[in-house]
Every structure is written in C-alpha cells, then in structure tokens.
C-alpha cells in the first residue's frame, strides 16, 4: 500500500506545467489537470514502454497455454460461458466497442473527453492489462493534437459506453469535433498523421472496462473544489469584516476545544487575513454574538474542507490504482491471470455524492450571509448595496440567483450509489451509477465556482461601504483588487457581465496570488 503525502499531489500551478512524463513516476493531479486543461505533452518513459510490453507478452503466453480469459476467447456478462474462436478474437474487441456505444443525449465536453483520455492511458500504462504499447500511443498522440472525440454522456451506469464511443473514433469508425462540426474520425486522424491501429485481443474490452471515465471526471470536480479552498477563507474574512463579525469567535483555544484540525486552520487563516482591521476592533463587545452563519464559520468550512481531503485521498488513490478485468501477475515466476472486481467504482460513488452534500451544505451558509448583506434590517447597510435604492434594484436579483443555484445543487445532492438495477441476465447485480455521481458532482461543482463569485461580489460591495482605511489591510487589497474587474455599483447595470468578470478573476488565482504574496500562505493541509 502506498502512503500519500496529499499536500504534493495537488498544488496550484498546473498551468505552468508543459510536459508530463507518464511511467516511472506517478501521475499528480497537478499533472493530470496540466495535461486535460491547459494542453500539457504527453511523454512515455522507458519504464512505462517496458511495462506495457512485458503485460502484452504476457497475454500472448497466457493465451499459447490456452487458459480461459474473459472478454479475451470468451463472451462478455453472461456470455462469459461462449467460447470464441482464435480467429474471431480480435473482431470481438471490434464488436465490443460497436455493441457498447449506445449512450446517448448532450456529448462529454472536450475537458472530460480528455480527461478520460488520460485516466486510460494511466490506468493501461500500469502493466497488467495486457494492451500493446502502438494502441496507447495512439491515444497519446490524439491528446497531444487536442483532437476531441464525440461521445454522448447519458445512459452509463458505470462507464462501458462512453468510454466506447471515444475509442471507437480511435479506430476510425466514430466521430471527432473539428471547429464544431462532426467530422468522421479517420479522415481527421489521417489528416492529423495519426497511426490508426487494429484493435489487438484484449484491447476493446480493456478501453472501456476500468474506473477511468468515473475517476476522470471525479478529478474534475476535486479540482474545481480545491481551486476555491483558499477563496473560501478570502470570502469568510471578508463576510466577517463586511458584518462587523466578533473576532472573539476566531479564539484560538476556543477553537482547540473541539479536535478538528481544519476548523482551528480555517479560524486561524481568518484571523490573518483580518489582521489590523480597526473596523472590527472598534466594534468588538458591542453585540453578544453573530448569527450562526457568522459564527458558525470555522465549523462548517472545516467540515467541508475535511470531506474535500477524505474525497481527495479516495480518488486520488483510485487514479493510480489499476482498475481492469482481467489482470496478468507473474507471481514466483508463475503467470496469473485474475477475474476480479478491481473494475467498481463503489469508492468514488461514494465520496461524490458525500463531496455534492458538504459543498451544497456550505453554500446553504453563504446564501445565508448574503440575505444578510442584502437585508439593511440585518447589516446596517444600504438596501441591496446601492446608495439609491428603488430607482435601482440593486444586487436583490444576484441574490435570486444564487438561490437558484443552490436550489439545483440541492437536487445534485440526492445520492445515486444506494440505487441498484440488476442487468446482464442475472450477471452483473450489482451497479454503482459511479459516472452520474461523477458527472453530477463535476456539475455541481462548476455551479459552485458560479456561487463563490456571487458571494465574492456581494462581499466586496457590503465593504465598500465602510471606512477603507479602518479596513484590513488584506480586505482593502483583495478590494482593490477586485474593483479592477468588478467596479464599485452606483446604479443598475448588466451585473452577469460582473459575475463572469470575477469568476474568471477567481480562476485565474490572482485574488489568492496577491494575498499570499503580501501575507504569506493561506494554509490547507490536505493530509487526513
């Protein structure tokens, strides 16, 4: 078993990251989203060549000894018990990625086409799969050229079908989006000077049969989460300044009271970044306590950040674990080959829909916190944060549209793994649903980076109405900084194009960058 160091797997920079060398070492999610987002090279290591070649020798041998292999000389599900003749094995690896490209609906968007891509080759690239090197360099080669396959997302209840319609247009016979357009995948690929190779035994069915797909996209939503981590400590110190919060609730031996790590660093990265408020200094003891959403603060972001770093530690481990059916061991010089179960995805079905419940049970406090800005009765503020309230609305509809949000996350939060359907004539019994708990969180998780720019909006306008030289010097600069982007509301404008201006302020991590550099580290320690 391995032990992870989390703090080294996820960091945030990938988009300094041009190269990624698949092999001797493993794969960081810092590398992963290097490579699916911002269109990092792929590179092979001899280590990974030697692995890959040694599994596909080792599917030859076990086939000459003629051992029965599943999906290999036999049929899939509850045709395991057909034997397949040694000329028709190769055209079974065909018919497999054929007969599974069934799903249907809205296709996969080009960042989870690729990160599937990826999952796959990490996933072969172990060495047990028994699939040649030539197929994975193909698939390399069409990441690396940012070709984008079509595939529909509906209708998996694992992965299988997806997975199918994406390697099909690897062998020439699907789809692949050119300039928006579907474009038959041979001519593109030829054109692009792709090799196109013939699926070899075992191949068809080791392209769709793993964790890939649901751990790709499960990386996609821990990654979107983690790039607001820090963003969530900027916002509650801003929320505590913008109310007038009691800093007294940050007390360090009231927060060790309870022995939670992350709530104790979350109280403390507030406090920092509150650090010289006058503000808040002036009006400390002037009411008893905040309301909970205040105060409660430290408490529910440390529970979200706890479930976030058991999420993390779950996929992560996934991401580099080996997850096909059948594997090839040589075990004291013996060849094995393994039918298993290595293929369920119960680990990360389960920690999406816990991710979906913490992230969508922290945004039912930051909704509260903006009633609070919005409400004049509550904060002392202007009504809506405009100082000409009736002839201008305000930011009392941004507030209906953060509901709304909230509101469809809520329904993202229903869980799917306690669902099962039995298929496959009695067969396969029991099913995850690991791809919609995947695809939901993934989902939920771009509507969440919608959220915290709201709040981040509201915030900024909440504190724009105090003293900005009673402020914390890191309010008054992150502030600043934001009003670059998002200016000062004076009167009623178009405020979606605000919204989008600092979310894409927010995903470029320039808030945090500034902080950081003036204050020094916001700390999250990622390890359990």
Known sequence: MKILNLNTVLKDNPYQIKKVVLGEKETTITDFIAVVKYAAVIEFDDTYGLRVKKSFNDLNRALNKKKKIYGVN?????????????????????????????????????????????????????????????????????????????????????YLSVEAHIFRALIGEGKVFVDKQLKNSREILLEKGIKIPTLKRKEGLALI???????????????????????????AAMSFEGLQGSLAELNSTVMNLKVHEEQFETAQNVKNILAGSKNLEKNEGLKLQDALSIRTLPQT????IRVFKETLKTVYEEMISVSDNPVFITENDKLNVYMNGNFDASYVALHMDYLVIAVTNFVNTIERITNRFLDTKLSGLPPFLVKSPGVNN????????????????????????????????????????????SKKAYLMSEKFKEVMAIWFFVCKEGVSFLNIEELAPMIKKVT?????????????????????????????????????????????????
């Open 74 to 158: 036999t049929g899939l599900g509850d045709n395991w018990m057909k034997e397949v003749d040694d000329n028709e094995q190769n055209k079974l690896q065909k018919n497999i990625l054929s007969s599974h490209a069934v799903s249907v609906g809205k296709p996969i968007s080009y960042f989870e086409t690729r990160a599937i891509m990826l999952m796959t080759l990490i996933n072969l690239g172990k060495g047990y799969s028994g699939v040649s090197l030539e197929t994975l360099e193909e698939i390399k080669d069409v990441l690396n050229a940012k070709i984008y396959p079509f595939a529909p997302g509906e209708g998996s209840v694992g």
């Open 209 to 235: 049969s793993g964790t890939m797909s649901v751990t790709a996209i499960a990386l996609l939503a821990v990654y979107n989460i983690y790039s607001e981590l820090k963003h969530i400590e900027v916002g």
């Open 301 to 304: 972001i440390g529970a979200l």
């Open 394 to 437: 305000g930011l009392m509809i941004v507030h209906y549209t953060m509901t709304g949000l909230l509101n469809e996350m809520k329904l993202l939060a229903s869980p799917v793994n306690i669902n099962n359907n039995t298929m496959s004539a009695e067969q396969e019994d029991v099913v995850t649903f690991a791809f919609l708990a």
């Open 480 to 528: 600043l900084i934001i009003e670059k982007s998002v200016p000062k509301v004076v009167k009623d404008r178009a405020f979606y194009e605000d919204i989008g201006n600092l979310k894409k302020l927010m995903s470029q991590g320039t808030i945090i960058e500034q902080v950081e550099k003036d204050m020094g580290p916001i700390k999250i320690n990622l390890n359990l």
